[in-house]
């Protein structure tokens, strides 16, 4: 996003509802995004309960980010379905199950 990266957002401990994704994310994180962006701003999460709560719906309309329609459980548009089936089926192939967590 505009030729960098931000941080990687780790939740402290507890459920993620939608009242931290807004606080946590939508608001320190994506509001600055659009604000930088400008109505050329498309707004995409992956439909996570979280992120589909009348708060996340109400604070996207409120800072008129659009957000793009997303198929849920779809893996041919989210990258990391493709990592979880290749390290899935590289586990199952081994005779003897991981026992440490360097293995696994």
Do not use: K
């Not at 994180?29 to 050329?40: C, E, I, P």
């Not at 719906?57 to 329609?69: F, G, T």
Request: hydrophobic share 40%; charged share 25%; with cysteine.
């Amino acid at each position: 996003m505009l030729g960098s990266r931000t941080d990687l957002h780790i939740f402290d401990a507890g459920s993620v509802n939608g009242t931290r994704y807004c606080n946590e994310i939508l608001l320190p994180y994506v509001r600055l995004f659009r604000g930088a962006m400008g109505l050329q701003f498309l707004f995409i999460d992956d439909n996570a309960p979280c992120h589909r709560t009348v708060a996340a719906e109400q604070l996207l309309e409120s800072e008129d980010i659009e957000r793009m329609d997303w198929p849920a459980r779809s893996p041919d548009l989210n990258p990391i379905e493709h990592v979880w089936d290749f390290r899935g089926t590289r586990l199952a192939a081994r005779t003897l199950p991981p026992v440490t967590i360097r293995e696994l």
